[in-house]
């Protein structure tokens, strides 16, 4: 069971979220409790910031800042001693705070400098130090109580701005329906910084086997904390990235000012970097990513790998990254493969507008009401369905519809999406690496999904998902479920029919509160699972 807590001051820009959680095992009397779990955040502030300004504003006062923290404290105990434990030596506490920096410049009117500093701190009340008993030949470990800071930093400082090139193209090749063309670049160069941060967080021993073998042993004295460890190793690297954006405006018959954009490229970008700190291979892979928007209800996008090192073979013949690039041997990138996935949904209005079966002006007006966001690309989610989950809740639910002559009203909303992926990937099979191309072939994955549901009446709800793997020849996992919303509660039944068979059941309270407490779940798992036929 879990009890939460929040609170917001919204003068302060404070936000304060607690929860408890208690799991308690009757078979063996174990009991884990965490108390609290509390998380304290500060929205983004200007310190800086003049309360009355006057003037330009200085370059300091754009410097912005915000915090979280995080205090956790949790035990792992039998029932018994939960009540004789001991807050410092018993219960695992640690209090985690993050501290982001970032500005905001402009450098010569047209190139923004974006500085940013990250600081993390972690704040524990032991450490455990270990050592080798070489009579005993077992590790020993001596938790030291004191007060304790694990932290680290980094930061970077990006540089970016933007070229318009404008082409107008000959009205004797093209005619005067294209007015013009526009082609926008973003370069950008980031550089990041982090220093060594874990390496003074690790210790060694010495360790002496039974043979007279001796080994060092490193290892962490925070390690058993309740946060992550800083990471070792300094880090300094270069980003170049550059994106493209091509528009053309035509005229149009259509548009109030007579003109309309069309998007040619929505976004071609390039993406690679040089790590300072490694010797061997410093430059990353190059990334290209590409997004078009030719279509109103889809949005194509592509993202491609094309790899810096080039294979070479070892003295048995077996082929490994190497340390020279491909554009050193007069080739261009290794392509690694890409992916892509379409999905679709059909539904009955969408029927209605390709066949011109009926006039969807009440539908489309409804459906508008309720969208707050148009990013003209395709949803899996069918409005009219989601809504109708929740149909027990309205003033007249379970009232039937009628029409002009007094007919009840037949709706049955239902939606039918499919997906499609594929994926090109190198062969990394030893056997298929060909020596004179020093290159692997390329193989296709694909993938089908199909998915639906339907709402029957108000508050009923049925929904499926299934698919077929091409490589197994086989449907992929089928599963169908059954939903009830009963006003104050909600009941739910789920089943898997491929590859393995169960089921579950569920009957709870809606009320947030509540949930956890008046429910009944009932469910089945792989030891147990149904046999359907």
């Given amino acids: 069971s879990s009890v939460s807590w929040s609170s917001t001051f919204s003068s302060l820009g404070l936000t304060l979220s607690g929860t408890a959680n208690l799991s308690q095992n009757?078979?063996?009397?174990?009991?884990?409790?965490?108390?609290?779990?509390?998380?304290?955040?500060?929205?983004?502030?200007?310190?800086?910031?003049?309360?009355?300004?006057?003037?330009?504003?200085?370059?300091?006062?754009?410097?912005?800042?915000?915090?979280?923290?995080?205090?956790?404290?949790?035990?792992?105990?039998?029932?018994?001693?939960?009540?004789?434990?001991?807050?410092?030596?018993?219960?695992?506490?640690?209090?985690?705070?993050?501290?982001?920096?970032?500005?905001?410049?402009?450098?010569?009117?047209?190139?923004?400098?974006?500085?940013?500093?990250?600081?993390?701190?972690?704040?524990?009340?032991?450490?455990?130090?270990?050592?080798?008993?070489?009579?005993?030949?077992?590790?020993?470990?001596?938790?030291?109580?004191?007060?304790?800071?694990?932290?680290?930093?980094?930061?970077?400082?990006?540089?970016?701005?933007?070229?318009?090139?404008?082409?107008?193209?000959?009205?004797?090749?093209?005619?005067?329906?294209?007015?013009?063309?526009?082609?926008?670049?973003?370069?950008?160069?980031?550089?990041?910084?982090?220093?060594?941060?874990?390496?003074?967080?690790?210790?060694?021993?010495?360790?002496?086997?039974?043979?007279?073998?001796?080994?060092?042993?490193?290892?962490?004295?925070?390690?058993?904390?309740?946060?992550?460890?800083?990471?070792?190793?300094?880090?300094?690297?270069?980003t170049f990235d550059l994106s493209n954006n091509i528009e053309m405006k035509v005229k149009s018959d259509k548009d109030s000012t007579g003109v309309k954009k069309l998007s040619i490229i929505d976004e071609l970008g390039f993406n690679m970097g040089y790590n300072m700190a490694d010797k061997e291979r410093p430059w990353s892979d190059l990334t290209v990513r590409l997004r078009l928007k030719w279509w109103k209800s889809y949005t194509f996008n592509m993202n491609a790998v094309f790899a810096t090192y080039a294979y070479e073979l070892d003295e048995n013949g077996n082929p490994y990254v190497g340390t020279h690039t491909e554009y050193s041997k007069g080739r261009f990138g290794r392509f690694q493969g890409m992916s892509q996935n379409i999905s679709f949904t059909l539904t009955p209005e969408k029927i209605k507008k390709w066949f011109g079966g009926g006039d969807d002006e009440e539908d489309e007006d409804e459906t508008d009401e309720d969208e707050t966001d148009n990013t003209d690309i395709e949803s899996n989610v069918d409005d009219d369905l989601v809504r109708g989950q929740h149909g027990a809740k309205k003033e007249n639910a379970g009232k039937a519809e009628t029409d002009e002559d007094g007919y009840m009203k037949f709706s049955m909303p239902w939606s039918l999406t499919i997906g499609y992926g594929i994926s090109m990937r190198e062969d990394t099979r030893r056997e298929r690496f060909?020596?004179?191309?020093?290159?692997?072939?390329?193989?296709?994955?694909?993938?089908?999904?199909?998915?639906?549901?339907?709402?029957?009446?108000?508050?009923?709800?049925?929904?499926?998902?299934?698919?077929?793997?091409?490589?197994?020849?086989?449907?992929?996992?089928?599963?169908?479920?059954?939903?009830?919303?009963?006003?104050?509660?909600?009941?739910?039944?789920?089943?898997?029919?491929?590859p393995y068979t169960s089921y579950n059941f569920s009957f709870r309270c809606n009320a947030a509160t509540l949930t956890d407490a008046l429910k009944y779940d009932k469910r089945s798992g792989f030891s147990n699972a149904v046999q359907w036929y």
């Fill in 26 to 238: 009757m078979i063996d009397s174990t009991v884990s409790l965490t108390l609290p779990d509390l998380n304290i955040s500060v929205s983004r502030f200007y310190p800086f910031k003049r309360r009355h300004a006057a003037g330009k504003e200085r370059w300091y006062e754009k410097i912005s800042m915000s915090y979280t923290g995080q205090l956790r404290n949790s035990i792992d105990t039998k029932e018994d001693l939960l009540f004789k434990s001991n807050l410092i030596k018993d219960w695992r506490n640690g209090f985690q705070h993050q501290i982001p920096i970032q500005a905001n410049f402009t450098l010569f009117n047209y190139i923004n400098i974006n500085p940013s500093f990250n600081f993390t701190d972690r704040m524990y009340s032991n450490k455990i130090m270990r050592s080798w008993d070489t009579a005993a030949q077992e590790e020993v470990a001596d938790t030291v109580y004191g007060f304790y800071n694990v932290y680290d930093w980094r930061m970077s400082v990006s540089a970016s701005t933007k070229l318009y090139g404008f082409w107008t193209p000959s009205k004797k090749l093209f005619g005067d329906k294209i007015q013009a063309i526009r082609h926008v670049m973003t370069p950008q160069v980031t550089f990041s910084y982090a220093p060594d941060n874990g390496s003074r967080y690790y210790e060694t021993y010495q360790k002496t086997d039974a043979e007279g073998n001796v080994t060092l042993e490193e290892y962490s004295p925070f390690e058993h904390g309740l946060f992550s460890l800083p990471s070792r190793g300094s880090m300094g690297s270069i």
């Fill in 434 to 498: 060909n020596t004179k191309t020093m290159r692997y072939p390329y193989r296709f994955t694909q993938t089908l999904n199909f998915s639906g549901n339907i709402r029957i009446s108000d508050g009923w709800n049925i929904s499926f998902s299934s698919g077929y793997d091409f490589e197994n020849h086989e449907m992929s996992m089928t599963t169908a479920s059954l939903q009830r919303d009963l006003h104050c509660f909600n009941m739910s039944c789920s089943v898997v029919l491929a």
